[in-house]
């Protein structure tokens, strides 16, 4: 079956513009996390949502930082007025939560170059 | 705050080497998963460990976890190019589904 998909790819933008980044869970998986890492580093978690609520929103880093989902899938995470600083590999995950054990599946991420 | 540590931090041996990580908390977790993340992908599930004590083998991987459910292991013999990549742990605590992870290991196996 398909897996976690993240689009776009790379997205490449000038500092001060707002960028929204797409995650496509695996379809029948309730909950989606997103999570930042920087080169070669391991992972910052931001948001995580069960169905189209996020309980957790701990690690946004800023309230330049926005995510929402609606119908219990799609999820977009929005950053406005992007600093350099937000440059990173933006990774989404989703899992099954009836498992009791959350294994996620991510998707490839999406690099983010703020120029 | 439940904090896994993971070390070594940095590890480069040559192909046919064993090695073994470690993923280490002060906190209890009901169950510990081990990730494997190539350059530019997801990283990508390896097992999950739930009980105490517990041993999983995968191929030339073996991962423990810890008999107070505070720690696990990862053991690969003979170590080959392919097993390059950043090795992440990450624990549920059991109060809901977010996942703890650690800052993961960065490993490098020379041909």
């Given at each position: 079956g398909a897996g976690v998909s993240q689009s776009p790819s790379n997205k490449v933008t000038e500092k001060g513009k707002d960028v929204e980044l797409r995650c496509d869970p695996i379809s029948g998986h309730?909950?989606?996390y997103w999570y930042r890492q920087s080169l070669g580093q391991g992972l910052e978690f931001l948001i995580y949502f069960q169905g189209n609520s996020a309980p957790d929103k701990s690690g946004l880093p800023s309230d330049r930082f926005s995510a929402e989902r609606t119908g219990g899938s799609v999820s977009t995470l929005t950053i406005q007025r992007t600093q350099q600083e937000d440059s990173a590999v933006y990774l989404c995950a989703s899992s099954l939560v009836r498992t009791s054990t959350y294994e996620q599946y991510f998707?490839?991420?999406?690099?983010?170059?703020?120029t | 705050t439940q904090l896994l540590e993971q070390s070594?931090?940095?590890?480069?041996?040559?192909?046919?080497?064993?090695?073994?990580?470690?993923?280490?908390?002060?906190?209890?977790f009901s169950s510990l998963q081990w990730y494997r993340q190539e350059?530019?992908?997801?990283?990508?599930?390896?097992?999950?460990?739930?009980?105490?004590?517990?041993?999983?083998?995968?191929?030339?991987?073996?991962?423990?976890?810890?008999?107070?459910?505070?720690?696990?292991?990862?053991?690969?013999?003979?170590?080959?190019?392919?097993?390059?990549?950043?090795?992440?742990?990450?624990?549920?605590?059991?109060?809901?589904?977010?996942?703890?992870?650690?800052?993961?290991?960065?490993?490098?196996?020379?041909?």
């Open positions: 309730t909950a989606l998707g490839p991420g999406t690099r983010l170059t703020v | 070594p931090q940095f590890l480069s041996i040559q192909e046919g080497e064993n090695l073994t990580v470690y993923c280490n908390s002060s906190s209890v350059p530019g992908e997801g990283p990508v599930l390896l097992v999950t460990v739930v009980t105490g004590g517990e041993v999983k083998k995968l191929k030339r991987l073996t991962f423990q976890f810890g008999d107070a459910r505070k720690d696990s292991s990862l053991h690969i013999t003979a170590a080959q190019p392919g097993d390059t990549g950043l090795y992440l742990c990450a624990g549920n605590a059991g109060a809901n589904s977010k996942l703890t992870f650690g800052k993961g290991i960065t490993l490098s196996v020379r041909p």
